[in-house]
């Protein structure tokens, strides 16, 4: 199970959409990978919850983050490989490590956090809590925001990921991020 949750070397730069629900990472994540034309991986987690959710009115439990978290690398292992210079990733395992210890009182599976700690990533986007909530069959926490926001603000700075903190419009948004993403390009090369 454990070479499941292992990233793949890969020489493309990878970046990470990072917080709280509905802060626009998914939009973001598309319109980035559009812009850069290469790959973006979706948030393996909404798919595989939502299914569960219209399968079983059942809400994500403990025992669902390992799945979640190899279905998370499966699709980030398989699009490095056809990804143009950079890769796009909607969440990665540190994001699911955040959410089950905020959802659980602490508590991340001993190989979720392993693996959530030791992957790497070239940089994070922490996305502000400053767009409008959107609710839907799986977001849960609109009056919790601000604690959301603190404890992805948190893992980033305790596990000392380099991020860029992204406020404002879509538009504000994603100029920021492409002026990052430049920077990383051209030190790249």
Known sequence: MEEKLR????????????G???????????????HYKTEWVPEYARDYLQKKWDEEQKICEPED???????????????AKTANEILICDTDLL??????EVYYNGY???????????????LYFLTYIDTPWEADDLRD?????????????????EYHRPYVFLKGTKEERFNAAINQIDKLLKSKK
């Not at 990233?7 to 990072?18: A, G, P, T, Y």
């Not at 709280?20 to 559009?34: C, D, F, M, Q």
């Not at 926490?141 to 700075?157: D, H, I, Q, V």
């Open 7 to 18: 990233q793949d070397k890969s020489n493309c730069l990878k970046v990470v959409l990072f």
């Open 20 to 34: 709280p629900e509905s802060t626009g990472k998914t939009t973001l994540s598309k319109r980035l990978a559009e």
């Open 65 to 79: 983050l390992i799945p979640i978290a190899i279905g998370q690398m499966s699709l980030e292992n398989k699009l």
């Open 95 to 100: 994001e699911t490590k955040v959410y089950s």
């Open 108 to 122: 991340c599976d001993p190989i979720l956090d392993k693996y959530a700690q030791q992957n790497n990533y070239d």
């Open 141 to 157: 926490r609109p009056n919790n925001r601000m604690e959301m926001f603190t404890a992805f603000s948190t893992a980033l700075k």
